[in-house]
């Protein structure tokens, strides 16, 4: 996958993400105009956790304040949550709807060990172009279910062939290989499948 496709995905991912927080800044402003309380809820929150912030950073010793502060916090969060329901929001209606709730429409998380590794949306979606560029996009009708070995002759004719079986049995052949094949993929002393002919040939 080139790094021109992974960038314009990036490009795509950051566009959605702005896209959600300018509709949460929609929907914040039109519900502060009806239920102002809720804008007085988060303006307290966010005062509370820039005070918890700053007697962290500042090692202070009154384990009493801070923890004075988080119950405030706490408890501003469950007024707000009752509002919404009272008023029927979800709780979630203040919060940007982003299209991955996993990576928040960044394209990437943090694993364990906090290494950013990519999410599996993002993978999924390198894999839907990679899957479209190689002409294999109708995989629902054209598979082996659907194949039809009648089509192909049932006559013997070395001279003409240059095989001494039918085309049919050959094709048959190819294809019971092809699931083999399939069925071994992980298998790594299982040899890989090379075809080799003309364009257009069967």
Not at 127 to 150: H, T, V
Not at 168 to 189: E, L
Request: proline residues 2%; hydrophobic residues 30%; glycine residues 2%.
């Amino acid at each position: 996958m080139s790094n021109e496709i992974l960038n314009s995905l990036l490009k795509e991912y950051s566009q959605k993400k702005l896209d959600a927080e300018l509709d949460l800044e929609k929907r914040k402003q039109n519900l502060y105009k009806l239920i102002p309380r809720l804008e007085e809820i988060d303006n307290e929150l966010n005062n509370f956790a820039i005070n918890t912030a700053k007697n962290i950073l500042n090692n202070s010793s009154n384990n009493y304040s801070i923890n004075n502060l988080k119950q405030k916090i706490a408890n501003l969060k469950k007024e707000k949550e009752l509002i919404l329901l009272k008023n029927n929001y979800n709780v979630d209606y203040l919060k940007p709807f982003y299209e991955c709730k996993i990576c928040n429409d960044t394209g990437f998380i943090l694993d364990n060990n906090y290494k950013t590794t990519m999410c599996n949306c993002l993978k999924q979606k390198l894999l839907d172009i990679s899957f479209n560029k190689s002409n294999m996009s109708n995989l629902k009708k054209e598979n082996f279910n659907n194949f039809n070995e009648l089509i192909f002759s049932d006559e013997v004719d070395l001279s003409k062939y240059r095989f001494n079986i039918s085309p049919r049995k050959n094709i048959s052949n190819i294809k019971n290989k092809c699931i083999d094949f399939i069925n071994n993929f992980d298998n790594p002393d299982y040899k890989n499948l090379l075809f080799v002919g003309s364009t257009g040939l069967r």
